[in-house]
């Protein structure tokens, strides 16, 4: 399994990116995937899922400003990302986890066996 993200930068309060993560080696439409993020000195957080019969979850500080969402002939995950907020500056992580045909998709750290390196976010007030 291997998970690759792209898409991380610098931008000002306010601006957007879109974070994606190709992914291989596994059967993707059938895998619940997320994003989790982690700042300096605080704990990794699950920010989005969607599990594979589309159906998200968000965490509250992104609900309506985030969008998880998968392209499953690409094998690609995304998370568009708007009215960023310097409080999103963290190291973004795209995770999957093959829940066997459950549709149970948590945004929870100990629910996700594979993960990417990671991809740096900055927001700028």
């Known amino acids: 399994v291997q998970l690759v993200e792209s898409g991380g930068g610098s931008v000002q309060a306010g601006g957007s990116l879109r974070l994606s993560c190709a992914a291989s080696?596994?059967?993707?439409?059938?895998?619940?995937m997320g994003w989790f993020r982690q700042a300096p000195g605080k704990e990794r957080e699950g920010i989005a899922t969607?599990?594979?019969?589309?159906?998200?979850r968000y965490r509250d500080s992104v609900q309506g400003r985030f969008t998880i969402s998968k392209d499953n002939a690409k094998n690609t995950l995304y998370l568009q990302m708007n009215r960023l907020k310097p409080e999103d500056t963290a190291m973004y992580y795209c995770?999957?986890?093959?829940?066997?045909?459950?549709?149970?998709?948590?945004?929870?750290?100990?629910?996700?066996?594979?993960w990417g390196q990671g991809t740096q976010v900055t927001v700028s007030s």
């Open positions: 995770a999957a986890d093959d829940k066997g045909g459950s549709l149970y998709c948590p945004p929870s750290r100990s629910d996700f066996g594979y």
């Open positions: 080696g596994f059967t993707y439409s059938r895998y619940c």
């Open positions: 969607i599990n594979h019969h589309g159906s998200t």
